[in-house]
């Protein structure tokens, strides 16, 4: 997806906003309103993931020497990667959900400077605390990929949950493919893939360069030279790509190129490369899309038209048995996010259009992703039987089974 598709799919965090911008009326001298008194910043937080570990939070900047940025071809490949773990309870201190600057330019990405409170976003709370003590073991992990101008933060819900579960998870930061993140020296880098990838030749190298960083990532965590201090927590052996969008594509493509990837999770993104019939063997993929977005080829409940994306239609039928394809009703394309689970939070400014409140909320969204994306990955990486899998679930009425 495109930055101006991103920035389409996030009506949820403020779209019926402009009346909030609107220029005085015509004779008027925009004289300044009277002085009134400002509410206080809401206080904002992800739900608890409901695994019974508490979790922990490392923050490490990769640095690939042996490529080239494609979007800044003078510089190394550069991550920034949050890595949550399963940790002792009480040790460390919070972690913080994201730099306020970061926040800042996603929301000046949006139209909406100044219109959300961009210091109260980065302070959501979040379960994971910095410094605590690892947990012994010896874990899975996932690799996640979030979407294009997006960044890692937005799928720390996913992370702290798969975490207090009892895996590894390392949520990724792919260099100048964020509207804006920070990195060490003071550097803010910004999203110039996001006015580059104008073609599908340009985004297909975009999700093989992202599986490149999982691969790279994935030895820097479990390699021979690992550069986290808790790398003999992972088994190199189980593991597990996940991503959004863009990041979804790249988790696909990783499982392509590297056969250390036992397991795939595709999250609404359109896939940049097709593996051929049987090239996955026994590794499965699930596929989670919203129905509009990625209806199944039989589907008649999503709007005529809707599937313009034939992506997913084609790689089914190479998936073979270890394939799974679930449609969520209701869902938009950054219901598999934290985005909606904040925004729904955040009060509307007293200027804004008011608008329906959407039938799927954040919270029982971002419940839906943690379920299955949870379960998925637990039953290819543990053998753990997952009965949420086999059918319908009255739990969650909203997921249909497109494909099993």
Request: with cysteine; net charge neutral.
């Given at each position: 997806?495109t930055i101006?598709?991103?920035?389409?799919?996030?009506?949820?965090?403020?779209?019926t906003?402009?009346?909030?911008?609107?220029?005085?009326a015509?004779?008027?001298?925009?004289?300044?309103p009277?002085?009134?008194?400002?509410?206080?910043a809401?206080?904002?937080?992800?739900?608890?993931?409901?695994?019974h570990?508490?979790v922990?939070r490392d923050?490490?900047?990769?640095v690939d020497?042996?490529r080239r940025d494609?979007?800044?071809?003078?510089?190394?490949r550069?991550?920034?990667?949050?890595?949550?773990?399963?940790?002792v309870?009480g040790?460390?201190?919070p972690?913080?959900?994201?730099?306020p600057?970061?926040?800042?330019?996603y929301l000046?990405?949006?139209?909406?400077?100044?219109?959300l409170?961009?210091?109260?976003?980065?302070d959501?709370t979040i379960a994971s605390?910095t410094?605590?003590?690892?947990?012994p073991?010896h874990?899975?992990l996932?690799?996640?990929?979030p979407?294009l101008?997006?960044?890692?933060r937005?799928?720390t819900g996913?992370?702290?949950h798969?975490?207090?579960l009892?895996?590894?998870?390392a949520?990724?930061?792919?260099a100048?493919?964020?509207?804006g993140?920070a990195f060490p020296?003071?550097r803010?880098?910004t999203?110039?893939?996001c006015?580059?990838?104008?073609?599908?030749?340009a985004f297909?190298a975009?999700t093989?360069?992202?599986a490149?960083d999982?691969?790279?990532v994935?030895?820097?965590?479990?390699?021979?030279h690992?550069?986290?201090?808790?790398?003999?927590?992972?088994d190199?052996?189980?593991?597990?790509?996940?991503g959004?969008?863009?990041?979804?594509a790249?988790?696909?493509s990783?499982?392509i190129?590297?056969?250390?990837?036992?397991?795939?999770v595709d999250?609404?993104?359109?896939?940049?490369?097709?593996p051929?019939?049987?090239e996955?063997?026994?590794r499965?993929?699930?596929?989670?899309?919203?129905?509009?977005?990625h209806?199944?080829?039989?589907?008649?409940l999503?709007?005529?038209?809707?599937d313009?994306d034939?992506?997913w239609?084609a790689?089914w039928r190479?998936?073979g048995p270890?394939g799974l394809w679930?449609d969520v009703d209701?869902?938009?394309?950054?219901?598999f996010?934290?985005?909606?689970?904040l925004a729904?939070?955040?009060p509307?400014p007293?200027?804004a259009?008011?608008?329906?409140?959407?039938?799927?909320?954040?919270a029982?969204?971002?419940?839906?992703t943690?379920?299955?994306?949870?379960?998925?990955?637990l039953?290819?990486l543990?053998?753990?039987a997952?009965?949420?899998?086999?059918?319908?679930?009255?739990?969650y009425?909203?997921?249909?089974f497109?494909?099993?």
């Open positions: 997806m101006a598709g991103t920035l389409a799919a996030l009506t949820l965090l403020g779209a906003t402009a009346a909030a911008a609107a220029p005085p015509p004779g008027r001298t925009g004289t300044p009277p002085v009134t008194r400002t509410a206080p809401p206080r904002l937080a992800l739900p608890r993931p409901t695994g570990l508490a922990g923050t490490l900047h990769l020497r042996s494609p979007w800044m071809p003078t510089e190394p550069e991550l920034m990667v949050d890595v949550y773990y399963p940790a309870a040790t460390g201190t972690a913080r959900y994201a730099e600057e970061e926040i800042r330019r000046a990405a949006l139209g909406l400077a100044g219109v409170p961009a210091q109260a976003i980065a959501t605390r410094g605590a003590h690892p947990l073991g874990r899975p996932v690799l996640l990929s979407g101008g997006v960044g890692r937005s799928l996913l992370a702290e798969l975490a207090s009892g895996l590894v998870t949520t990724i930061d792919h100048y493919e964020s509207v993140t020296g003071g803010m880098l999203c110039l893939a006015d580059r990838m104008t073609s599908d030749a297909t975009a093989r360069t992202r490149a999982l691969s790279f994935l030895t820097s965590l479990a390699g021979p690992p550069a986290w201090r808790g790398a003999g927590l992972v190199p052996g189980r593991v597990g790509a996940v959004h969008s863009l990041g979804g790249a988790a696909i990783a499982m190129h590297d056969p250390r990837v036992r397991v795939g999250m609404d993104g359109t896939l940049g490369e097709t051929a019939p049987g996955f063997g026994a499965p993929v699930l596929l989670l899309g919203a129905s509009a977005d209806p199944g080829p039989d589907d008649t999503a709007p005529a038209g809707s313009d034939p992506t239609a790689a190479q998936l270890t679930l209701d869902a938009e394309h950054f219901s996010t934290d985005d909606p689970v729904d939070q955040l509307l007293p200027t259009t008011p608008v329906a409140r959407e039938a799927l909320t954040g029982h969204a971002l419940a839906i943690r379920a299955y994306v949870g379960a998925f990955v039953r290819a543990s053998g753990a997952q009965p949420l899998l086999d059918g319908p679930s009255p739990t009425p909203q997921v249909r497109i494909g099993h």
